[in-house]
T-cell receptor, first 112, second 117 residues
């Protein structure tokens, strides 16, 4: 199993550009999450999903959108990138019956 | 505002010593409590979870939970240089009365631990 994979690893965006961060898991996990981590800080939840077709907002959803058309994939869309979105983005997944969240390697995004 | 606060770091201990990491949380209905380890430039990795008051031991790690004081701690015995990392405390809170948290984690800001030889 590859676990949780994220692409790209690094990206530089200009202000106002858009992009999609990809996240996939091959563990057949029901729950998936997107977090962001600013330098020297903990992680903050952006969006989460409890299954295909079901998503909900987390603590910091503004400026982002998600979709979940399959169990495996949970892409995060940034519209009109702003410098405040410069961060490291982590995707995580979890099986319904357990508490352990498995994190992907992260995407480091810089908006200039 | 649900908050999780960790003791300010960085924390530096000599090899072989006990490292003590502390965390307080503001929401009394918090359900589950976790400690994650994050090496520099890497993703968080779960090392301990605890759900009820008292101690839980796993190898060199002991998690302690006191719900009355809204306090959770992590002790690392016989600290090794390989334990040098940022330690993140996280909790889950029900979305609604009697409901589930859906596993949503609220993290503290992390404590940087350095174990020097």
């Amino acid at each position: 199993n590859a676990g949780v994979t994220q692409t790209p690893k690094f990206r530089i965006l200009k202000i106002g550009q858009s992009m999609t961060l990809q996240c996939a898991q091959d563990m057949n996990h029901n729950y998936m999450y997107w977090y962001r981590q600013d330098p020297g800080m903990g992680l903050k939840l952006i969006y989460y999903s409890v299954g295909a077709g079901i998503t909900d907002k987390g603590e910091v959803p503004n400026g982002y959108n998600v979709s979940r058309s399959t169990t495996e994939d949970f892409p995060l869309r940034l519209e009109l990138a702003a410098p405040s979105q410069t961060s490291v983005y982590f995707c995580a997944s979890r099986l319904l019956a357990t508490d352990t969240q498995y994190f992907g390697p992260g995407t480091r995004l810089t908006v200039l | 505002q649900k908050e999780v606060e960790q003791n300010s770091g960085p924390l530096s201990v000599p090899e072989g010593a006990i490292a003590s990491l502390n965390c307080t949380y503001s929401d009394r209905v918090s359900q589950s409590f976790f400690w994650y380890r994050q090496y520099s430039g890497k993703s968080p990795e779960l090392i301990m979870s605890i759900y009820s008051n008292g101690d839980k031991e796993d190898g060199r790690f002991t998690a302690q939970l006191n719900k009355a004081s809204q306090y959770v701690s992590l002790l690392i015995r016989d600290s090794q240089p390989s334990d040098s990392a940022t330690y993140l405390c996280a909790v889950t809170v029900p979305s609604n009365a009697g409901g589930t948290s859906y596993g949503k984690l609220t993290f503290g800001q992390g404590t940087i631990l350095t174990v020097h030889p």
